[in-house]
C-alpha cells in the first residue's frame, strides 16, 4: 500500500514539474516581442535553406528583411526596418538593408535555388504548368516573372528585373528567362506555358517548337496575319458573329516569320465585347481553353507581392538589380506564406480561423492569418518550407 502512495506522488510531482516547465515556455515565450519570436523561426529556415556558402551576416539580414515585411507590409527599407525588433539604431539597420540589396555576391538565381527545388518536387507528377507575366516595380524598372501553378496559386520561380515600360519586354529578354528555367525543369515531366499577348513573338514562339516538346497558349494579337484557307489574312478579319468562337488548326502563323503549322483559339470576351486570339500546339479547343484560364493566377501573385500583400511596389529602389534582391526576400516571404497556409489545411487549424463551409481565402491569404493566430496564441510554429504535393489536400478558392 504504502509503495503504491509513493508510486502516486511521484507520479504527481512529475506532473507538476511538467506544468512548471510548461508556464515558465510560456512565460518566456510572453516576454519575446511577436518581432522577435517571427525573426528566430525564419533565421531558423534560413539557415535551413540557403546554400552553406552564404554569409551568416547574409542570412541574418535577409531573416530581418523577410520578417520585417510579414509585419510592415511595405516595400520601403525604412517602413521593413520599423517592423523588426533591432537593439541599435534603425539608421543602422536601414543601411544594413542598403548594404544587402547592393550586395553584388548576392547571386539571387544561386541562393534562391533551393525553393526551385522544393516548388518542383512539389508539383513533380507533373504537369508542370508555367506562366509568364510582367509587372511594374520600383523606379521605372519591369519585373519579367515565370511562377509554378500550385493549388490555384502562382509560386514565383525564376525573375529578370531591368529597365522599361509595362508590356515592353523583348524577346531577348523573355528567351534568356525561358532559357535559364528550361535548364532547371525535370526532362520526362510534361510542360505548359501560359503568356499574355506581350509573350506571342514569333521567335518566342519558334524557340517554343523547335527547342522544347511544351505545350503553350499565348493571346496574340488581332492585328497578326495567319495562312487561313490559303489566304494571309488578319485576326480581326475572319468572319465571325458576336458570341461566336472558333478553332483554327494547323495554321501558318505571321505573315512575316511564316511560323507552323500552329493551332488559333478563338473566344468571345463578354466583358469586352470582343474575340480574343491565342496562338497554341494544342489540338483541341477545350484543353487550351482550360489550361489558359489558369494563367490569371499570375496576377494574384503579384497582387499579393504589391497591393495585397506586401506592397513591393513601394519601394523607392531604381537600380533593376536592388530590386531583384528586395523580390527575393519578397518571393521567399511569400513562400512561407503559402507553406504556413497549406499546414493550417493539414493541421485542420484553419477551422478555427475562418469560414468552414467553402474556401474564401488563397493559401497565402490563410498563412497570414494563422500566422497572427500562433503569434497571439503563443503557439509553436510549424515548418515554414515544406511544401507537399497538392493532391494531399483539398483547397478550392470559391472567392479570393
Not at 493571346?219 to 468572319?239: C, F, G, M, Q, S
Amino acid at each position: 500500500m504504502a509503495a503504491n502512495q509513493t508510486i502516486q506522488w511521484q507520479k504527481g510531482q512529475a506532473k507538476k514539474r511538467e506544468r512548471r516547465a510548461k508556464r515558465l515556455q510560456k512565460r518566456s515565450k510572453k516576454n519575446m516581442s511577436d518581432a522577435a519570436r517571427l525573426y528566430r523561426i525564419v533565421l531558423k529556415h534560413i539557415l535551413k535553406l540557403m546554400p552553406p556558402d552564404m554569409l551568416a551576416e547574409n542570412c541574418i539580414t535577409l531573416a530581418m528583411l523577410i520578417t520585417g515585411m510579414l509585419r510592415g507590409k511595405s516595400g520601403q527599407l525604412r517602413k521593413i526596418a520599423n517592423a523588426v525588433q533591432y537593439d541599435y539604431k534603425k539608421e543602422s539597420l536601414i543601411d544594413r538593408f542598403r548594404r544587402f540589396v547592393g550586395n553584388n555576391n548576392i547571386k539571387v538565381k544561386v541562393e534562391y535555388a533551393p525553393l526551385k527545388a522544393k516548388i518542383l518536387k512539389a508539383v513533380a507528377q507533373g504537369p508542370i504548368v508555367l506562366m509568364i507575366d510582367s509587372t511594374k516595380m520600383g523606379g521605372k524598372c519591369i519585373c519579367l516573372m515565370l511562377s509554378v501553378y500550385y493549388k490555384s496559386r502562382a509560386l514565383p520561380f525564376a525573375w529578370l528585373t531591368f529597365k522599361g515600360r509595362k508590356g515592353h519586354s523583348s524577346q531577348q529578354v523573355q528567351l534568356e528567362l525561358f532559357k535559364r528555367v528550361k535548364a532547371l525543369l525535370p526532362a520526362d515531366v510534361p510542360v505548359i506555358i501560359l503568356g499574355d499577348g506581350e509573350f506571342d513573338g514569333s521567335e518566342v514562339v519558334e524557340w517554343f517548337i523547335k527547342q522544347t516538346d511544351w505545350h503553350f497558349v499565348c493571346r496574340t494579337n488581332k492585328t497578326n496575319k495567319v495562312l487561313y484557307h490559303k489566304e494571309w489574312i488578319a485576326l480581326h478579319d475572319i468572319p465571325l458573329k458576336e458570341g461566336q468562337e472558333a478553332f483554327l488548326s494547323d495554321v501558318r502563323f505571321t505573315e512575316k516569320n511564316n511560323i507552323g503549322p500552329l493551332n488559333i483559339l478563338v473566344v468571345w470576351n463578354e466583358a469586352k465585347q470582343e474575340h480574343w486570339f491565342f496562338v497554341t500546339n494544342f489540338k483541341t479547343a477545350a484543353q487550351a481553353k482550360a489550361n489558359f484560364t489558369l494563367r490569371f493566377t499570375i496576377e494574384t501573385l503579384f497582387s499579393d507581392l504589391k497591393s495585397r500583400g506586401f506592397n513591393l511596389d513601394d519601394t523607392r529602389l531604381w537600380n533593376p538589380q536592388r530590386l531583384n534582391r528586395l523580390i527575393f526576400a519578397g518571393a521567399i516571404a511569400y513562400f512561407m506564406m503559402v507553406c504556413l497556409g497549406v499546414m493550417s489545411i493539414i493541421s485542420a487549424a484553419f477551422r478555427q480561423l475562418v469560414r468552414t463551409d467553402a474556401f474564401y481565402h488563397s493559401l497565402f491569404q490563410l498563412g497570414l492569418i494563422y500566422l497572427n493566430h500562433i503569434l497571439n496564441e503563443l503557439l509553436e510554429f510549424p515548418s515554414l518550407i515544406d511544401l507537399p504535393p497538392p493532391d494531399t489536400f483539398e483547397h478550392i478558392v470559391i472567392c479570393s
